[in-house]
């Protein structure tokens, strides 16, 4: 099946601090990625949507200045947390559709869980 | 915004037991998929049903689907202390692109 690795898999950085997550399709190309966020004993909840070559597109409620997200080619999405806050703190999680047959199918990468003190 | 909501919440069985959890969404759907996700971990997808699809089987897993009541459910047979994790049904989001992920069943497997 295809891949979709995360980096970090964990960082802790300090109150006020900006924080970069990478997302990458490793054997396939994606146009779109797709951002969430899990707090703890939670379910995923959707973010973004990260859109090559064009603006990223965010879910209601989410401040786009402060989740910044840049889709730099069609392997890597980033997600950047700035001036974080412990309130931030979260399990990042990102997908990639990969195109099967006359559909799509989600493959998602393990994870960053972000600590902020 | 979560598509609808997982019943029960949490499930304490015994290996060996089974496991059925119940989902319901809200909006009219393709199809609908199940993941589990163990602790701090990463989502491993489970089964995905269509929506012409009333039943689907997968080893120990049984999903159902009715179209008309808006729900689905996971059984899962002899249940094993393995199985323990948190398992979510996903639908796609108006888009039809990304997933909406329900609440989530919490399910503790005892040996």
């Known amino acids: 099946g295809a891949v979709v690795s995360q980096h970090p898999s964990w960082v802790i950085c300090k109150s006020g601090t900006s924080v970069k997550i990478e997302c990458r399709s490793l054997d396939f190309q994606a146009t779109t990625m797709f951002w969430y966020r899990q707090f703890p004993k939670q379910s995923l909840m959707l973010m973004a949507t990260?859109?090559?070559?064009?603006?990223?597109?965010?879910e209601q409620g989410v401040e786009k200045d402060k989740f910044l997200i840049n889709h730099a080619s069609l392997t890597l999405s980033t997600l950047t947390v700035t001036s974080a806050h412990p309130e931030d703190s979260s399990f990042y999680i990102c997908?990639?559709?990969?195109?099967?047959?006359?559909?799509?199918?989600?493959?998602f990468g393990p994870g960053t869980r972000l600590t902020v003190t | 915004s979560q598509q609808g909501e997982e019943d029960p919440q949490a499930l304490s069985i015994q290996e060996g037991e089974n496991a059925t959890m119940n989902c319901s969404y809200k909006?009219?759907?393709?199809?609908l998929q199940w993941y589990r996700q163990n602790s701090g971990r990463g989502l491993v997808h489970l089964i995905l049903i269509r929506s012409n699809e009333r039943e689907k089987h997968s080893g120990r897993l049984r999903v159902t689907l009715d179209t008309s009541k808006k729900s689905s459910s996971l059984l899962i047979t002899a249940s094993r202390a393995a199985d323990t994790a948190s398992y979510f049904c996903?639908?796609?989001?108006?888009?039809?692109?990304?997933?909406?992920f329900g609440k989530g069943t919490t399910l503790s497997v005892s040996s």
């Open positions: 909006t009219s759907i393709n199809n």
């Open positions: 997908s990639a559709p990969k195109e099967v047959g006359q559909g799509y199918e989600q493959y």
């Open positions: 990260s859109n090559e070559g064009s603006k990223a597109t965010y």
């Open positions: 996903a639908t796609a989001n108006q888009a039809g692109t990304a997933l909406i």
